[in-house]
């Protein structure tokens, strides 16, 4: 489960086993977690995250979204 990216409280990562889905990252902080498809940037899911937080990450991981998809493509070999 590689951490591909931390910006302050937040780690971004991949789980090893999503090689299967299209291009997207997980976010974590405590005990909250979301879930951003990256081609386009949307939110996929979420749990414990306000929405005013959520809008937040979405903006980093739009602009983001280039490192973090060439950090998946090294990842899962594409």
């Not at 090893?16 to 990252?25: L, N």
């Not at 979420?46 to 973090?68: K, M, N, P, W």
Request: net charge negative.
């Amino acid at each position: 489960m590689p951490t591909v990216l931390r910006i302050g409280p937040y780690r971004f990562f991949f789980y090893s086993a999503d090689g299967s889905e299209p291009a997207h990252v997980h976010v974590e902080r405590d005990d909250c977690v979301a879930k951003f498809w990256l081609d386009p940037v949307r939110l996929a899911s979420s749990g414990g995250f306000a929405s005013s937080e959520l809008r937040q990450l979405h903006r980093i991981v739009d602009e983001q979204q280039t490192s973090l998809l060439e950090c998946w493509n090294d990842f899962f070999g594409r």
